[in-house]
């Protein structure tokens, strides 16, 4: 089936990025995803499976999704193909010369326990007139549109802001059995990623097939078995080369690699950077 898709986009994600996206029919998202950037997802139509962290959220019309820095995430189709959303990446300097309250009141919806959030419906059609008039501006290309859209995001972030008290934050995906198991073995992953992890290993340590791990592990979470403890792994060693002065082969230990290698390969084909020139340019 041919999926058309429209776009619409602006910027750059250190500073600001906004994408609108049409598309009319199916989509999952197939890079291996985590950033150093916040990221604002808004669904405007349609329904989505959100993958974070550990589990899966289901994403309806009008609801906003926030993603931390370094969280791993990836969208998955849902009932419907067709769907409409907006994504927003930023750092720090969209807050500017604001004020550390200000600064802080704006980051307030990334630090809390939760992600989906379901805004009061007087907010959540005032978050979409916002969001659809900043896309106007980005289209046009009117002066001063870089501005615009600046202004909008920081409003948006101050309007969810005021208003987490009064929203919903979306529950986990109701889980089967199987989704439960999932769900239990990424968790595992997450804490023992420096150990040895095999599929036939952890597959009799859940009392599940190894094909049908495999299978359901790429279906409830996006993500491939071993790609996912691969992204895992290399995240951790982004953090200890660029937080630490440890050395690269002691990093690609620490973070669960027997081969150096094997290290220097998976780091490079997630950052396109080598992990020397990675600790080089975060320094």
């Given at each position: 089936?041919?999926?058309?898709?429209?776009?619409?986009?602006?910027?750059?994600?250190?500073?600001?990025?906004?994408?609108?996206?049409?598309?009319?029919?199916?989509?999952?998202?197939?890079?291996?995803?985590?950033?150093?950037?916040?990221?604002?997802?808004?669904?405007?139509?349609g329904?989505?499976?959100?993958?974070?962290?550990d589990?899966?959220?289901?994403?309806e019309?009008?609801?906003?999704?926030?993603?931390?820095?370094?969280?791993?995430?990836?969208?998955?189709?849902?009932?419907?193909?067709a769907?409409?959303?907006?994504?927003?990446?930023?750092?720090?300097?969209?807050?500017?010369?604001?004020?550390?309250?200000?600064?802080?009141?704006?980051?307030?919806?990334?630090?809390r326990?939760?992600?989906?959030?379901?805004?009061?419906?007087?907010?959540?059609?005032?978050?979409?007139?916002?969001i659809?008039?900043?896309?106007?501006?980005?289209?046009q290309?009117e002066?001063?549109?870089?501005?615009?859209?600046?202004?909008?995001?920081?409003?948006?972030?101050?309007?969810?802001?005021?208003?987490?008290?009064?929203?919903?934050?979306?529950?986990?995906?109701?889980?089967?059995?199987?989704?439960?198991?999932?769900?239990?073995?990424?968790?595992?992953?997450?804490?023992?990623?420096?150990e040895?992890?095999?599929?036939?290993?952890?597959?009799?340590?859940?009392?599940?097939?190894?094909h049908?791990?495999?299978?359901?592990?790429?279906?409830?979470?996006?993500?491939?078995?071993?790609?996912?403890i691969?992204?895992?792994?290399?995240?951790?060693?982004?953090?200890?080369?660029?937080?630490?002065?440890?050395?690269?082969?002691?990093?690609?230990?620490?973070?669960?690699?027997?081969?150096?290698?094997?290290?220097?390969?998976?780091?490079?084909?997630?950052?396109?950077?080598?992990?020397?020139?990675?600790?080089?340019?975060?320094?």
């Amino acid at each position: 089936m041919h999926t058309a898709i429209q776009y619409v986009r602006y910027g750059s994600p250190y500073e600001l990025f906004v994408e609108n996206a049409k598309r009319s029919g199916p989509f999952t998202m197939t890079d291996e995803h985590y950033h150093r950037y916040y990221e604002i997802y808004y669904l405007h139509a349609g329904n989505r499976l959100y993958f974070i962290h550990d589990q899966t959220y289901p994403v309806e019309q009008g609801d906003l999704v926030f993603i931390n820095k370094q969280v791993l995430h990836k969208t998955l189709q849902a009932t419907s193909a067709a769907h409409e959303r907006t994504i927003i990446h930023f750092n720090e300097a969209i807050s500017g010369s604001l004020s550390q309250p200000l600064q802080e009141l704006m980051l307030r919806p990334f630090n809390r326990h939760g992600f989906v959030l379901r805004l009061p419906y007087q907010q959540q059609l005032a978050i979409d007139q916002l969001i659809r008039k900043m896309i106007h501006e980005i289209g046009q290309r009117e002066p001063g549109f870089e501005l615009i859209a600046k202004l909008a995001v920081q409003e948006l972030l101050v309007t969810t802001a005021r208003n987490l008290q009064d929203s919903l934050l979306v529950p986990a995906q109701s889980e089967t059995a199987i989704h439960g198991k999932i769900f239990e073995i990424v968790r595992h992953i997450n804490h023992h990623f420096s150990e040895p992890l095999r599929l036939n290993d952890l597959a009799q340590q859940y009392f599940i097939s190894p094909h049908y791990l495999s299978r359901m592990f790429k279906a409830v979470t996006g993500f491939a078995f071993s790609d996912y403890i691969v992204l895992t792994r290399i995240k951790e060693a982004q953090r200890l080369l660029q937080e630490t002065a440890k050395s690269i082969s002691d990093i690609a230990i620490q973070t669960g690699f027997d081969n150096f290698s094997h290290f220097g390969k998976s780091f490079k084909r997630v950052t396109q950077l080598s992990p020397r020139e990675y600790r080089k340019k975060m320094s």
